[in-house]
T-cell receptor
């Protein structure tokens, strides 16, 4: 069955280190997204991509970068991890630009990142 | 900018109906969604409604949309303990070409036996 996976599921790192979170989907979706989830804030958009070689900043993109070299993967990199980036990170994908069921986003299980 | 607001917590007894409310600000929203998040898991789509609809029913779920007041609600009939989760409403984000979503902060539903 097609799916979306994230790895690692849990990560502890130190301030200043570079960290990369992986996201892989097997639906062949063009659109992929990274969100972070924090108490009281719901999910906030970090970066998104509409296809290979396309990346765009979301509302909380500072300190994060993404690259899209193929359809299946959108890795999220924290260039120099900060304690404020301790959060749960969710990757999502969707197949079309339309709304409704065809544009529905499918979420990965999340990565819990702790920056000490 | 866009803003989606929800109450943080709701507690109901098993068998009762639950009503989770959401307000949004983007009048150009075309689709609004309800997602469910169980502990330790990602978000799963529960249902959605197109902005030209007032109501949508899907088994135990009823979505009501008041576009004039920008108010969305999710009613769960005969609430079960398995319905305990966090519920997020979401709308399309104009700033990202309508492909990303703007989420509310989530409503934690606690179902008491």
């Amino acid at each position: 069955d097609a799916e979306i996976t994230q790895s690692p599921r849990h990560k502890i790192t130190e301030t200043g280190r570079q960290v990369t979170l992986a996201c892989h989907q097997t639906w062949n979706h063009n659109n992929m997204f990274w969100y972070r989830q924090d108490l009281g804030h719901g999910l906030r958009l970090i970066h998104y991509s509409y296809g290979v070689q396309d990346t765009n900043k979301g509302e909380v993109s500072d300190g994060y970068s993404v690259s899209r070299s193929n359809t299946e993967d959108l890795p999220l990199t924290l260039e120099s991890a900060a304690s404020s980036q301790t959060s749960v990170y969710f990757c999502a994908s969707s197949p079309t630009v339309a709304g409704g069921p065809e544009g529905t986003q499918y979420f990965g299980p999340g990565t819990r990142l702790t920056v000490l | 900018g866009e803003d989606v607001e929800q109450s943080l917590f709701l507690s109901v007894r098993e068998g009762d109906s639950s009503v989770i409310n959401c307000t949004y600000t983007d009048s150009s929203s075309t689709y609004l969604y309800w997602y469910k998040q169980e502990p330790g898991a990602g978000l799963q789509l529960l249902t959605y409604i197109f902005s030209n609809m007032d109501m949508k029913q899907d088994q135990r779920l009823t979505v009501l949309l008041n576009k004039k007041d920008k108010h969305l609600s999710l009613r769960i009939a005969d609430t079960q303990t398995g319905d305990s989760a966090i519920y997020f409403c979401a709308e399309r984000n104009r700033g990202t070409g309508r492909r990303a979503l703007t989420f509310g902060s989530g409503t934690r539903l606690q179902v008491q036996p």
